[in-house]
DNA sequence: ACTTGACCTAAAGTTAGGTTTAGGCTCTAT
DNA sequence: ATAGAGCCTAAACCTAACTTTAGGTCAAGT
């Protein structure tokens, strides 16, 4: 069992977050001892699964929800299943954009590195149709991939 | 050259969205035609960086920042050059996240796949502190990956 | 006794990143 | 000539996710 001044130090989230998190129903089950919040296995669980799902941008309503169905007991297993899948899907197309910044970035800084050396970006933008060199060529095109070929 | 209403669906962006951007000073040198929005190969280059950095978290007055350096000519190579290698290294972070994240994800698939076919969570329950099997295991201990160990 | 530190609430305030509204101009086809 | 499409601006509005403020409780140490 933690205090919230545990939990903040070791989720690195403030406390006025944790309570924020509270008010909106993330801790639907929350324990309290004369007032004060006592963070269980529970809650220290489900602070994972919060920091899982925001990251792939979902909503607080959204994993309050979730939140909820676990309190439903068996009955919600599927949706909860279901729930997971589909932001498995988006934590998929999200690593394929991530994929695709880090390429764009990776040929700027050689971009850059280049235009420092030479003085100017002349020399570089002469080659930029075709002539890149091969490997920086192939991270121009996949930074590129798929903006109208959807 | 491209009017707004042509960029707006070449990226998926709102037509309000692109004259935000202009008005927060994303493009910089942006031409009009008799008060018309000209958008060349630089606005639309502009317009694929501001995808990458958005990405990553950055705001949009430190895209600007970028955006006036590049104006600035050849003096700022070196401080763009260490702005993409900054961000590569947000990327690097966030991709790790990420993986940490799918990690979880595939674990709560597994997770309320065994509860459905066991109509309850008793099983695995008994099984997690460490009698998982070995690849779900895994799964389970790349989700939690350093969160103290920092 | 009193100060300090850690907890509490309700309610107001903040911020970024847009979106919407209201009004107006200018082509082009009917 | 008039209706519709596509462009424009300034300014008001919106939302999610926090954060801050103001005021209060309680236990431990000096």
Redesign the pocket.
Known sequence: MF????V?KMFHL????L??YD?EGLFPNIQ?A????KFSDAEIEALHVIDCL?SSGM???DIKQFMEWCQEGPSTYLKRKEMFERQKKVLEKELQELEKHMAMIQFKCWYYEQAITDGNEDHIKEMMPEDLPEEIQALYDRSRGSHEAD
């Open positions: 205090t919230i001044g545990q903040s403030p406390i006025s977050t309570r924020y008010k309290r004369s007032g004060i919040r925001k909503e607080i309503k």
